[in-house]
């Protein structure tokens, strides 16, 4: 099944909210009906990146978007193109318009969507009521809230440093999500959710959200309370309140590839999404068209050791 096609509006990363957030970092966006391109700066050469988009609905309009980046892009001094289409669009198109698989590997390919018609999946269903019982067993109470108050984004970020204390991972910087914060939750297109035990705010999820579907963009939890599972706990009262609100869709936004083993690095995070329902849906990934050949290939060798 076509992700963008058949179940989902266009991604969240080529719409204008994410256009205001970017904007507030500094950079410069170009923001039309058809897509949204970021200018970015990197270590080697300046690109043209294009975060899940084109969404496009045949091989045609991809071929005319693509004529009208590389006409900005020799205007505005840029190196090469990168970007991630949705829509009518295979890995033949790409190679064809002159395109080349990127080494780097930005949005997820894989990810899960759940249709929020349909009911939360067994698996999770009998986690939470495991959870519920450990809780009560020890006395304590979990309750859930929703802040759309930018500077409550402290609290998501304490659990995120716990979680890269942890696990040794490596997330953005702590003024990415303080700008996030600043930019999307007032106009409500994120919203930040938490789990709270005895008081204390223990999980958190940063959503975003669009018209019809709410991306489970970041999350985190404290170290010291995983007995209780608070992460699943959260997401499932999260879910609830999706489809209350009227959301049509959960997009869990990243998997392991369907075919990975268990020594892949999203392994548990993908069994833990994947207990919760839904379908998986795979998007071609990440692909960059040179400008400026020479200079692309320069940036590409020297790739290896960046």
Not at 141 to 146: D, G, L, M, T, Y
Not at 217 to 234: G, K, N
Not at 262 to 276: R, V
Not at 281 to 290: A, C, D, F, I
């Amino acid at each position: 099944m076509c992700y963008n096609e058949n179940i989902m509006s266009k991604s969240f990363l080529q719409s204008p909210a994410w256009a205001k957030f970017q904007r507030s970092l500094g950079r410069e966006v170009v923001l039309t009906d058809k897509y949204l391109a970021i200018v970015e700066q990197g270590q080697i050469g300046r690109r043209l990146f294009l975060p899940y988009g084109p969404d496009v609905k045949s091989a045609a309009e991809f071929k005319s978007v693509v004529t009208e980046l590389v006409d900005i892009a020799k205007r505005q001094k840029i190196d090469f193109i990168r970007l991630e289409p949705l829509g009518k669009v295979g890995n033949e198109d790409l190679m064809d318009a002159g395109f080349v698989r990127s080494r780097a590997h930005l949005e997820p390919e894989d990810t899960i969507v759940n249709d929020l018609s349909r009911p939360i999946g067994m698996k999770a269903v009998r986690e939470v009521r495991r959870f519920e019982r450990r809780l009560s067993a020890a006395g304590k109470e979990i309750k859930f809230s929703i802040s759309q108050q930018s500077q409550d984004v402290r609290y998501f970020l304490d659990m995120m440093h716990d979680v890269a204390a942890r696990t040794g991972m490596r997330p953005h910087p702590d003024h990415y999500f303080s700008s996030m914060a600043a930019s999307l939750l007032p106009d409500r297109h994120a919203s930040l959710l938490f789990a709270e035990i005895d008081g204390e705010k223990v999980a958190s999820a940063l959503l975003y959200l669009s018209d019809d579907t709410v991306i489970y963009a970041h999350a985190a939890s404290l170290t010291d309370f995983r007995q209780y599972s608070p992460a699943l706990m959260l997401a499932n009262f999260a879910l609830k309140w999706a489809k209350k609100r009227g959301f049509k869709y959960w997009d869990w936004y990243g998997v392991a590839p369907e075919d990975a083993g268990h020594d892949h690095k999203w392994h548990g995070l993908t069994q833990f999404k994947a207990s919760f329902g839904g379908q998986r849906e795979h998007h071609v990934g990440t692909w960059e068209l040179p400008v400026k050949k020479l200079k692309y290939q320069v940036y590409r060798g020297l790739q290896k050791f960046l």
